[in-house]
Structure formats: structure tokens, C-alpha cells
């Protein structure tokens, strides 16, 4: 189960960042979603889940369904990433390892205006969260 049920998808995301207008908003929105992000339970908290390249301690636990469908949780100790890690799943989770591996992550972050503002630890560790997603979809 996506851990925000079936409601949040990249079109939403799109929608609440284009209606965010400067950085600060936009920071703002990532809190938000950071906040609604379920945490792992600590028995996924452990170094098979981890996702290496990520300054912050980050962890990624996936699923597949019966119908070929991917979910993935993450968690982070670090608000920012978890707020990041929120507009990741929102267009990775509930997909298929064909639609993962084909949903463009480069045009959708420059869409959201997110990685000019990141540090560039940050924005790696931002796409060490999709690698690991889109690994684990071709696995």
C-alpha cells in the first residue's frame, strides 16, 4: 500500500509546487508533505534498506503487488529529505517497473524548480533515492 493510500500522485505534486511562487514556498510545501509521510518502523531502519548517497540517514523499503504493481516507503531523519523522498513516491510508487524505468525524473524536478535550490549533496542524494527506487523496479 502506497503510504499515502492511492490520493497523491505527480499530477499533485505538479499542482501544489506550481502554485508555490519562490524558494521559500516551495520549502514550505516540501515540510508539509514531509509531515505526511508515515515513518518506517524501526525494524526497516536497518542497513539492507539504507539508501546509500544521501548525506541525512535515508531507508527505502519496496513492495511489489500481484497485479506487477511497484509501492515504496521511505523515511529519513532529515525533514528536507523526507519531504523529497514525498515528491519521489508520488510519481514513482503505483507503477509498473516499465512505467518507473520511463517516467523522466530530470524533467519533473526542473518542473518543480526544486534542484537549483538544493545543496549538491542534497541533489544527490535526491537521485540516489530515485536510482535505488528504479533498481529495485528492475530487479
Known amino acids: 500500500m502506497h503510504p499515502?493510500?492511492?490520493?497523491i500522485t505527480d499530477t499533485d505534486i505538479?499542482?501544489?509546487?506550481?502554485?508555490?511562487?519562490?524558494?521559500?514556498?516551495?520549502?514550505?510545501?516540501?515540510?508539509?508533505?514531509?509531515k505526511q509521510l508515515p515513518p518506517l518502523a524501526d525494524e526497516?531502519?536497518?542497513e539492507d534498506n539504507a539508501i546509500h548517497g544521501c548525506e541525512s540517514q535515508a531507508w527505502l523499503v519496496s513492495e511489489l503487488n500481484e497485479k506487477g504493481v511497484w509501492q515504496f516507503h521511505c523515511d529519513s531523519?532529515?525533514?528536507?529529505?523526507?519531504?523529497?523522498?514525498t515528491v519521489v513516491l508520488a510519481a514513482?510508487?503505483?507503477?509498473?517497473?516499465?512505467?518507473?524505468?520511463a517516467f523522466d525524473m530530470?524533467?519533473?524536478f526542473s518542473?518543480?524548480?526544486?534542484?537549483?535550490?538544493?545543496s549538491p549533496s542534497r541533489g544527490n542524494g535526491l537521485r540516489a533515492v530515485v536510482t535505488a527506487i528504479k533498481t529495485k523496479a528492475d530487479s
Not at 518542473?111 to 538544493?118: C, D, F, G, K
Request: charged share 25%.
Open 4 to 7: 499515502f493510500g492511492d490520493t
Open 14 to 34: 505538479r499542482a501544489l509546487f506550481n502554485g508555490a511562487h519562490g524558494w521559500e514556498a516551495r520549502y514550505k510545501t516540501l515540510i508539509k508533505l514531509a
Open 77 to 85: 531523519d532529515a525533514r528536507i529529505v523526507k519531504g523529497l523522498m
Open 92 to 101: 514513482l510508487s503505483n507503477k509498473t517497473a516499465e512505467q518507473i524505468q
Open 111 to 118: 518542473e518543480l524548480q526544486l534542484l537549483p535550490h538544493l
Open 44 to 46: 526497516h531502519k536497518v
Open 106 to 108: 530530470e524533467a519533473y
